[in-house]
């Protein structure tokens, strides 16, 4: 099992910055990816961004430029820096971990984008 817990959303104006954090517990150990996900109200959930063991990263055409996902090891915490916000953006932003086979999914932080 593992047990994420996201934390950093709110309300920023258009433009801002903001970073997310995603602290995983558990067994850490075998989770090969995580990623940030979201779901804005009327909308199917997306991938934002995702970071695998290796370091590799991917990232939404639509964030591209704009966000990075980054991971501190130590504190097997994983962060969304968001920069350039867009009232598009608005959505709640959903920490994932990928441990074959298994998903999991923190409870969610609502990031609001006003312009």
């Known amino acids: 099992q593992v047990q994420l817990v996201e934390s950093g959303g709110g309300l920023v104006q258009a433009g801002e910055s903001r970073t997310l954090s995603c602290a995983a517990s558990?067994?850490?150990?075998?989770?090969?990816?995580m990623g940030w996900y979201r779901q804005a109200p009327g909308k199917q959930r997306e991938v934002v961004a995702v970071?695998?063991?290796?370091?590799?990263?991917n990232y939404a055409d639509s964030v591209k430029g704009r966000f990075t996902i980054y991971r501190d090891i130590a504190k097997n915490t994983v962060y969304l820096q968001m920069n350039s916000l867009k009232p598009e953006d608005t959505a709640v932003y959903y920490c994932?971990?990928?441990?074959?086979?298994?998903?999991?999914w923190g409870q969610g932080t609502q990031v609001t984008v006003s312009s």
């Open positions: 994932n971990a990928y441990a074959a086979p298994h998903d999991y």
């Open positions: 558990g067994s850490i150990f075998s989770i090969l990816v």
């Open positions: 970071i695998t063991n290796g370091g590799r990263t």
